[in-house]
């Protein structure tokens, strides 16, 4: 496995759990973490929709990042080889969104937390944005691929060509 790999993976799950400790913390408040910088905690409490889109943003965009092509399509188990990934990786896309509503319907059964639409659709909006930045990305790499396949294909145009 490549390091590069390794390391994508290992960040996505660092996001994860991250994403979890702060979905399923006792307290919606940051400021009151013994470990966060208490400007880092007010700011964050005041601009709470904030913290939704760029926190879910990263974790999305880490999960895009995230290359698990060969797991799917070369995995000895056909339940796994079922799930092969979409060119545009919208199955991915509609996870990370069902993901998102099911983290805030987790809260509705904890004391001092509740269930916030504005969560959700600040959580979807960052995930949307993570990726139409990695679509418009691959887009660009598959029409600058296309391109050069194209000119490795062409034809050779004997008149243009200096003799001496």
Excluded: C
């Excluded at 996001?15 to 905690?41: K, T, Y």
């Excluded at 545009?88 to 509609?94: C, E, I, P, S, V």
């Amino acid at each position: 496995m490549k390091l590069s790999r390794i390391f994508w993976f290992l960040a996505f799950i660092a996001i994860l759990a991250v994403v979890l400790f702060f979905n399923f913390q006792h307290s919606s408040r940051v400021a009151e973490l013994s470990w966060m910088p208490q400007r880092w905690g007010l700011w964050l409490d005041e601009h709470d929709e904030f913290r939704h889109f760029i926190g879910f943003a990263v974790f999305a965009a880490l999960g895009f990042a995230l290359d698990l092509d060969a797991v799917f399509t070369k995995s000895r188990f056909r339940f796994l080889r079922r799930f092969k990934p979409s060119r545009n990786r919208t199955g991915r896309l509609g996870a990370f969104l069902v993901f998102v509503y099911l983290l805030e319907l987790g809260q509705i059964g904890m004391p001092q937390r509740d269930f916030d639409w504005m969560d959700i659709v600040n959580g979807w909006g960052g995930i949307l944005l993570a990726w139409s930045i990695w679509f418009a990305i691959k887009s660009t790499q598959r029409r600058r691929r296309h391109r050069a396949h194209e000119r490795r294909r062409s034809p050779i145009n004997v008149s243009s060509i200096p003799f001496r």
